[in-house]
Each structure stands twice: as structure tokens, then as C-alpha cells.
């Protein structure tokens, strides 16, 4: 259909003729033409929104009363040192040797802050605490573990702090019980710390003496080896001389080697570039022969001459004489030059080639005389090597012992005097009394509560409405197919609506007339989309419309799916009533005393009549002569089809009728359906295509509200548009 009934268009055809054009095209754009319309939302689903706020408030209320009490938050810093500051010399046992280490020593400590002994001994020494964190009835037991799941302690990242910290509903006491906490846990971790000291020290003195012993008699072995050797001391930080001198001659060795590798490698290269005359050698004698000083000097005299010569041509004729004498020259120069060059190249190739070949000679000789030298140096220091190895061995176990013994003396030290020295803890920041809570707050928790009902109260009705798959206006089902709409019809529920719908069946019969003078329109096939779309209501009202508008008539009911009882409501007899399109159908197409006339509300109409338990009409070829013989005593012949997707012979009745009308359920038809429809129809290729949209709900659709606003009361109903209404007068 070209246009909307408000627009009293006909039907898409030719202006003159009896054959209309081929049906547009359906276009399918993907877009539903959904608008968000809050307001309208609202209106529609107000007894949802009022229930979704209405349960988030009351949903909401208690939570902020018992969840919104003020949270305050009592903190301390501790301080935690990659190493352990001493009086003494340092001890390895209490430094951090990497940062893993460090990470875990701290985790360690973070775990032990909140120990139950820690805690237990922190409110035993401050009873007054303790009786304000207890609860009554309740247990010290209980009490203490509580406070372990209360306590916040937690490593800052990329520093060296802890903070220990406690919430609560009141801000009194807090900071006294952290700090009661800290001081308890760093007096417990320098006990940690020191550990057993008396027993530990007596324990180091015995085995001061035993190391003194072994190393004594480490010494004087290693003394009656120097004797045997005939040395006097032996070095334990240096290697064996002998074994020095082996390793400087085998690195010797290995260096020329690798020296000797790498000129035959190179000579190698240069004998294969000399051979063809390309490649290393080539590039390096020409390096050479651009930096030769005669070469330069040549050029230099060549280039002078050749440029007097270039001055003389420029003035010359093409065959002046003068000129092609001067040219020669010019190509005797150049030639003289490259001759010169090759003649350097050649003379440096084979000087670089003889150069190569006297290092390798070189190199072979020095690498044989140092092999010898080598194994000479291995069969001196063969017998040397076992006596001295020992003697090494205890120097090194001496000294090894002396360190230990060192170590022994410092951790003697260290338990003596260092059991006051600060550790690697110390508090940074004391806890104090906070004034201001972290989190919570009725007031402000219920505002979150009530901001939320409100906006879920709008956004789910407007979201139900956006995201409905169904078709409600007009508008959305042009958008959806891409076509305009014959025009839409109200769903009746009252007198007013009942009257509104008959002026919207008059604008349709005027623009099926208009389509019928002007293209000669007279088979109209209405079929819907789904069952129950009111195609038999819309069917025998717009029949009765032309027939009061002077248009001749008839409801046609193809529909053996489902027959309407209205076909053949006050038909008379039983027999009467079975008759109809089938019966025509099955006597050879004689239609005569078939046809039931108009009545009351009813037009001329022809029901289907008898399909003998059929869902279908009979097969035959009588059919398209049928309905000729209609149109030629009806000016118009409405008939009325089961849905295109469940009779086929919808589709059949589609090819021999003028023009096609799809009738759309709103708020019944998915937008998916429409279009499946659509497309089908297009492949059936009808002449003419409408769509025409029935039960609207006004609510749902603001044009027909409006028009059916002013069918009321016979004034047009001005917009409003909030502030721009003001700002438009």
C-alpha cells in the first residue's frame, strides 16, 4: 500500500488500465522504530513501578538501619626493617638477602600480630579493656578470638610498614586497644628474637674449644707437609704455581689457536674471492688503492685537465673539430684513470693475500712450540700436585674453621650484648582516637535505596516496553517493513472506540475505492499473520463500509481452516447453511443461489461452506473463474483468508487477487513474524501489496490516543513538550 488512511491515498497501481504493477518490494531496515517514551511507560506500567520502588524501599529500609551504623576506624604503623641494626659486626642470620625473603618475613609477621597468646596477655595487663571489648556472657576465650577476627593487619605495599588498625561502632577505647596490642606484640617479638640466650651461649662456648682443637691439629699437618715439600708457607688464596703456570699456558695456547682458526678462515676467504676475482679481497684492495697517494695525486693533475677540457667543449659545436678532439681527450682521461685503479687493486690483492698467508705460517709455528711448552708444564707439576693439594685442602679447612670460630665468638657477642638493641620492628605511628567515621550512615544508605527505587521503578517499565517484540503502532510496523501502512484500526471497548473504528473503516473502503477506479481493484485478499487477528471482522465491516459508501460488495470467506458462524448466521435451513465456495467449487463453479445477501450488520457474503472434514478448499481450476464471475457483478470482493503460514491456499488465492492487505494484530504480531510474512509474500510476487494494522491499543500508541482524543471531543488536543511548550508560545 502506498500511503497511510490519513493521508487518503489509493492503493499503489497504475492510473489507468486493468493491470496494476508489480507489489513494492518489502524492505526490511531491522529497525522495530521503537522510541524510549518514559512517560508513556510509566502510564502504561505505573502499578509496576509503583510495586518495584515500593519493594526496594521496603527492601531497603531495614538494611539501612541495621547496615547503615557509622564505622570507625582506630590505625597504627609499624615499621618493619629490611635488616637488623646492631652494635656489632653484622650477622647474616638477621639480614634480608632478597626481597623474597623479605616478603616473607614480613607475611610472618603480619600472621603473628594477632596471636591468641599476644592478645590474650595484651588484655590480661589492661583489665579495663578487656572488660569494655567483652560482651555479656561471654567468655575471655571467646572475647579473645573475636578480637583476632576483628584486628586489620595488613602489609602497605611498596613500603616497609604493617598496620595493625580495629573498627567499630564507637570510636572510644579503640586506639588504646591497638596500641595495648602493638607494644604486647613487639615485646613478644624480641623474646622471639633471643631466644634460649643463656643456654644458646653455653652451648657456643663448647663448641669454641672443639673448633680451637681441630684447628691446631689442621696446622701441624700442614707443617709437616711444607717440610716434605720443601716449601716454607703455602698461599691458600692463590692457585698452585705450577697449576698458574699450566692454565697461562693453556689460555696461551687456546688463544693462539683461536687466533690461527681465525686467519685461515680469513685467507680461506680471500684465496676464494682472489680465484673469482670478487667478494673480501676485491672490497679491501679497493679500500687500499682510493687511499693510495699517487692514485689521488693522478687524479687530482687528470681532473684538472679534464676540466680545462669540459670549459673548451662548452662553447663548441656538436661537429666542430675542436670538439670531438677534446672529447677524446676527455675519454682517455677517464680510461687512464680506471686503468690506474684496476692496476692498484690488483697490486694490493695479492700484497694482502701474501700478508695473510705470513700470519697463519706464523701462528701454526707458535701454536706447535706452545703445546710443547704445555705438556713440559703438566709433567712438572704431576708429582707436586697430590702433596700440595692436601696442604691446600687443610689451609683451607683452617681457614674455614677460623671463620666459623669468628662466627661463633660474634653470635656470643651478639646474645650478650645485644639483647636491648632495637630489632628489626619498631612502631612508626601510634594509634589514636578517630573522629570521623570511615563508612556507613543511615541517612545515606537509605538516599542510595530510595535513589535506586526510583530509577528501577523507570527503567524496567521503559526497558519492558523498549525490548517488546510485538508490534503496537503504525509507525513501528513501517519501520519494521519499510513499507507505509493502509491504515490501522482501534480496538473497540466501548461506544466511542466502536464509533472511531467504523470512521477508520470508511477511510480504508475510500482508499480501496480510489485503488478501484483508479486501477481497477476489484479482488482485494485479506489474510494476518497468526490466527486471530480479526481478518473475518475486518473482512464483512469493510464490506458493509462499501456498500454504504454506493460501492457493490461482497465478503468472500476462503477461510476452510476456521469458518466465521457469521458467514452463515440467519442463512435458513441446515442445507443452506452447508453450502458455499466449496460446494461452488465441487458442481463445476455455479455460484447461483449460493451468494447469502445482505443482513442487518452483514453484507452479501459467500461462506465457505462444506469441506467434508478438510482444512483446505478442493482442488480444481474453477477458482480463478469464481472469482471473476464475482468481480463481474461486485464492483468489489473482499475475500477472507486463513494466515499465509498455515493454509496454502492462501497462497494460491494471493496470485489470482488484484491486491494483497495484510492484516497485523497489534500487541499480538512479534516484528519477526511481520517480516518472515513479508518475505513470503514477496516470493509469491502479488500485484499489490498492503499492510493495515487492527486492534490498536491507544494506550500504547500516542497518535491513535490522540486521534481518538479529538473524536471525543471534537478539538484537536494540543502537544506538550515540558519546558519547550513554554518556550514555544
Request: net charge neutral.
Amino acid at each position: 500500500m502506498a500511503s497511510s488512511v490519513t493521508t487518503s491515498s489509493a492503493l499503489p497501481g497504475s492510473s489507468s488500465g486493468k493491470t496494476p504493477p508489480p507489489a513494492p518490494t518489502p524492505v526490511e531496515t531491522g529497525n522495530n522504530g521503537r522510541r524510549l517514551t518514559p512517560a508513556a511507560s510509566l502510564r502504561r506500567h505505573l502499578v509496576l513501578a509503583m510495586g518495584i520502588a515500593l519493594a526496594i524501599w521496603m527492601i531497603g529500609a531495614p538494611i539501612a538501619w541495621f547496615f547503615g551504623q557509622k564505622i570507625y576506624l582506630s590505625e597504627a604503623v609499624i615499621f618493619v626493617s629490611p635488616r637488623f641494626l646492631k652494635n656489632l659486626e653484622s650477622d647474616l642470620e638477621q639480614e634480608m638477602q632478597s626481597n623474597s625473603q623479605y616478603r616473607e618475613f614480613v607475611q610472618q609477621q603480619v600472621k603473628s600480630v594477632a596471636r591468641y597468646d599476644i592478645l590474650a596477655e595484651a588484655l590480661r595487663k589492661n583489665p579495663r579493656l578487656m572488660e569494655w571489648w567483652r560482651h555479656n556472657r561471654e567468655s575471655d576465650q571467646h572475647a579473645i578470638e573475636r578480637l583476632q577476627g576483628s584486628l586489620l593487619v595488613k602489609a602497605v605495599p611498596d613500603t616497609y610498614q604493617i598496620t595493625i588498625g580495629l573498627e567499630d561502632h564507637q570510636p572510644e577505647n579503640l586506639a588504646e586497644m591497638v596500641n595495648a596490642v602493638i607494644d604486647e606484640f613487639l615485646h613478644r617479638d624480641k623474646q622471639d628474637e633471643l631466644y634460649g640466650k643463656d643456654q644458646r651461649i653455653v652451648e657456643l662456648r663448647k663448641e669454641a674449644v672443639r673448633l680451637n682443637q681441630e684447628v691446631t691439629s689442621l696446622i701441624d699437618r700442614r707443617t709437616q707437609i711444607a717440610e716434605e715439600l720443601g716449601v716454607t708457607t703455602f698461599n691458600e688464596g692463590l692457585i698452585n704455581p705450577y697449576d698458574r703456570l699450566l692454565i697461562d699456558g693453556q689460555e696461551a695456547l687456546a688463544e693462539v689457536r683461536r687466533r690461527r682458526i681465525e686467519r685461515e678462515s680469513e685467507l680461506a676467504s680471500i684465496d676464494n674471492s682472489q680465484r673469482s676475482r670478487q667478494g673480501t679481497l676485491r672490497e679491501l684492495a679497493r679500500d687500499q688503492a682510493v687511499r693510495d697517494q699517487g692514485l689521488i695525486s693522478l687524479k687530482a693533475n687528470l681532473n684538472v685537465r679534464r676540466s680545462e677540457l669540459m670549459a673548451r667543449v662548452s662553447g663548441l659545436g656538436p661537429s666542430h673539430p675542436g670538439r670531438l678532439a677534446a672529447e677524446n681527450e676527455i675519454s682517455e682521461i677517464d680510461i687512464e684513470i680506471e686503468r690506474q685503479m684496476a692496476r692498484l687493486i690488483e697490486s694490493y690483492s695479492a700484497m694482502l693475500v701474501e700478508q695473510r698467508r705470513s700470519t697463519v705460517d706464523q701462528l701454526r709455528r707458535s701454536e706447535a712450540e706452545m703445546e710443547r711448552t704445555v705438556q713440559v708444564q703438566a709433567d712438572k707439576a704431576r708429582w707436586f700436585t697430590m702433596n700440595y693439594q692436601e696442604a691446600l685442602s687443610h689451609g683451607v679447612e683452617v681457614e674455614r674453621l677460623r671463620k666459623r670460630l669468628g662466627a661463633v665468638d660474634d653470635r656470643i657477642n651478639f646474645l650478650s650484648l645485644e639483647a636491648n638493641a632495637p630489632g628489626f620492628m619498631r612502631v612508626f605511628a601510634n594509634a589514636r582516637r578517630p573522629e570521623t567515621p570511615i563508612r556507613g550512615g543511615r541517612e545515606r544508605l537509605a538516599l542510595l535505596f530510595l535513589g535506586a527505587g526510583l530509577v528501577l521503578a523507570i527503567a524496567i517499565p521503559v526497558a519492558a516496553d523498549y525490548l517488546d517484540p510485538r508490534v503496537h503502532t503504525a509507525t513501528e510496523l513501517e519501520e519494521s517493513l519499510g513499507l507505509p501502512t493502509i491504515g490501522s484500526l482501534v480496538r473497540i471497548a466501548d461506544p466511542i472506540t466502536r464509533n472511531f473504528a467504523r470512521d477508520q473503516r470508511w477511510r480504508i473502503a475510500g482508499a480501496l475505492d480510489r485503488a478501484h477506479r483508479t486501477s481497477d481493484t476489484r479482488i482485494i485478499l485479506l489474510t494476518s499473520a497468526e490466527p486471530g487477528a480479526g481478518t473475518s471482522t475486518l473482512t464483512l465491516g469493510l464490506a458493509r463500509t462499501l456498500v454504504e459508501r454506493g460501492i457493490s460488495a461482497i465478503a468472500l470467506e476462503a477461510n476452510a481452516f476456521k469458518p466465521d458462524k457469521r458467514y452463515v448466521d440467519g442463512a435458513g435451513s441446515d442445507s443452506v447453511q452447508r453450502e458455499g465456495l466449496a460446494t461452488i467449487l465441487q458442481n463445476g463453479g455455479r455460484i447461483n443461489g449460493q451468494i447469502l445477501p445482505a443482513k442487518g450488520a452483514l453484507p452479501d457474503r459467500l461462506p465457505v461452506g462444506e469441506t467434508n472434514g478438510t482444512s483446505h478448499l478442493p482442488s480444481g481450476t474453477d477458482l480463478s473463474r469464481v472469482l471473476r464471475l464475482l468481480a463481474s457483478r461486485y464492483n468489489m470482493v473482499l475475500i477472507d483468508a486463513p494466515p499465509l503460514s498455515l493454509s496454502p491456499d492462501t497462497e494460491m488465492l494471493a496470485t489470482l487477487a488484484d491486491a494483497v492487505i495484510l492484516v497485523v494484530a497489534a500487541s499480538s504480531t512479534c516484528f519477526d513474524e511481520v517480516r518472515q510474512l513479508a518475505r513470503h509474500l514477496e516470493r509469491l510476487n502479488p500485484s499489490t501489496i498492503g499492510v493495515l494494522l487492527n486492534r490498536v491499543d491507544p494506550r500504547r500508541d500516542p497518535r491513535t490516543a490522540s486521534l481518538l482524543a479529538e473524536h471525543r471531543t471534537g478539538s484537536q488536543a494540543r502537544p506538550t513538550h515540558g519546558l519547550l511548550s513554554w518556550l514555544w508560545n
